[in-house]
């Protein structure tokens, strides 16, 4: 088994599907990226066992096979190369699996073990339901999504996002049970029934560096329990949790009747200063009229800080706390000018979303408030 290509094509190939490759595994074959040689075409692939990643790469070769490489080897070689032509030729040892690769460029030669066992098997889906997305919206969603995933491994559910597909709109929402995201996109494809699934965040967050400007097809097989992104030259598969995702919308306020409208990057690079002179990161917010007030202390270090915004604001005062970081989290993934700020009581979540005058509710980013000392 034989075959041609340049460092370039094949280094991209390989750091596609490595993101596949567990950092300890207990099956070596995992541990492997598996080359397939068949048409002058080579297919790479790996796996953890719950997702995989397929790429192809061009190469020259009259041969047909298959072999697996150790991952990070392979990676290590490429990395360390510059860009050349390289010839990669699999030898079989005698009376067993265990083989060799013999690497040749133009100023050196390399060799490393390889094996010739099968890989492991990917179990033929029926993917019936298909999704287009737009190489945009979806890293857009997943930018606005996955930061407010729970890391929580005894809530797994809420460790994924949840896709939800009515007619021709996607809701993606994402909880760790302090704040909450809810985003919504147009979709290509008009689903029928409601349909509902959660999506690894680990899985989202390889398709973010995977596929950032490729016209990606995100299909669902009929079990609903697994997925696959499809782009051009790549492929990836995973299994989807299956724990029932809580009913998000029950937390969501209907009736946020006090309404504060604020320049963002203000209130974001404020509540960025003043939350490092908090001893636990919580500030305190004061609003009154014209004026937004955002303050916070240590008390044991005699250290404090207050600083005061213009704002515009319907309803009575309100004094309401903060953990200063998921008030920051929540305004950096909202990309316009002005900021719309929805509150009722201290106690009450807050919804914070973007001032716009069409479709202002496709973004909204719920923040539940904490205990404050007056």
């Known amino acids: 088994m034989k075959f041609t290509t340049t460092i370039k094509k094949l280094q991209d190939a390989v750091s596609k599907v490595i993101l596949a490759v567990p950092s300890k595994s207990l099956d070596a074959r995992f541990d492997n990226v598996h080359l397939q040689l068949q048409d002058g075409s080579l297919t790479l692939f790996a796996t953890d066992g719950e997702m995989s990643i397929t790429a192809k790469c061009e190469v020259t070769s009259s041969d047909r096979g298959t072999a697996g490489i150790r991952a990070r080897t392979l990676q290590d070689f490429l990395r360390s190369m510059?860009?050349?032509?390289?010839?990669?030729?699999?030898?079989?040892?005698?009376?067993?699996?265990?083989?060799?690769v013999s690497i040749s460029t133009d100023k050196g030669r390399y060799r490393m073990p390889c094996t010739f066992g099968e890989r492991p098997e990917s179990h033929k889906r029926n993917f019936d339901l298909s999704i287009g997305l737009k190489p945009t919206e979806l890293q857009d969603i997943i930018h606005k999504t996955l930061f407010a995933c729970s890391v929580d491994g005894m809530r797994p559910a809420m460790m994924g996002v949840l896709f939800e597909f009515e007619g021709g709109v996607l809701t993606a929402v994402s909880t760790d049970g302090h704040r909450l995201v809810r985003c919504r996109k147009a979709t290509t494809t008009e689903?029928?029934?409601?349909?509902?699934?959660?999506?690894?965040?680990?899985?989202?967050?390889?398709?973010?560096?995977?596929?950032?400007?490729?016209?990606?097809?995100m299909s669902i097989d009929a079990e609903r329990r697994?997925?696959?992104?499809?782009?051009?030259?790549?492929?990836?598969?995973?299994?989807?949790?299956?724990?029932?995702?809580?009913?998000?919308?029950?937390?969501?306020?209907?009736?946020?009747?006090?309404?504060?409208?604020?320049?963002?990057?203000?209130?974001?690079?404020?509540?960025?200063?003043?939350?490092?002179?908090?001893?636990?990161?919580?500030?305190?917010?004061?609003?009154?009229?014209?004026?937004?007030?955002?303050?916070?202390?240590?008390?044991?270090?005699?250290?404090?800080?207050?600083?005061e915004l213009p704002c515009t604001f319907s309803g009575e005062e309100i004094t309401i706390g903060f953990n200063s970081r998921f008030v920051e989290a929540a305004l950096a993934h909202i990309e316009t000018?002005?900021?719309?700020?929805?509150?009722?009581?201290?106690?009450?979540?807050?919804?914070?979303?973007?001032?716009?005058?069409?479709?202002?509710?496709?973004?909204?980013?719920?923040?539940?408030?904490?205990?404050?000392?007056?």
């Not at 499809?230 to 598969?237: G, P, R």
């Open 82 to 100: 510059y860009d050349t032509s390289v010839t990669f030729e699999m030898e079989r040892q005698t009376g067993g699996d265990q083989g060799t």
């Open 226 to 307: 697994n997925i696959r992104f499809q782009a051009e030259n790549v492929e990836l598969e995973s299994a989807l949790i299956v724990e029932p995702y809580p009913n998000y919308e029950a937390v969501i306020p209907v009736e946020n009747e006090k309404n504060l409208s604020a320049e963002r990057l203000l209130v974001h690079d404020s509540v960025k200063r003043v939350g490092k002179f908090s001893s636990i990161g919580d500030i305190k917010l004061q609003i009154d009229g014209t004026n937004l007030k955002i303050m916070a202390e240590n008390s044991s270090e005699g250290e404090s800080a207050q600083e």
């Open 337 to 374: 000018d002005e900021v719309s700020i929805e509150l009722s009581s201290p106690t009450t979540a807050v919804i914070f979303k973007p001032k716009k005058e069409e479709n202002p509710d496709d973004l909204i980013i719920l923040v539940m408030p904490v205990r404050i000392n007056n």
């Open 191 to 217: 689903v029928a029934e409601k349909q509902k699934i959660v999506v690894p965040a680990r899985v989202l967050s390889i398709v973010q560096r995977l596929l950032q400007n490729e016209e990606v097809n």
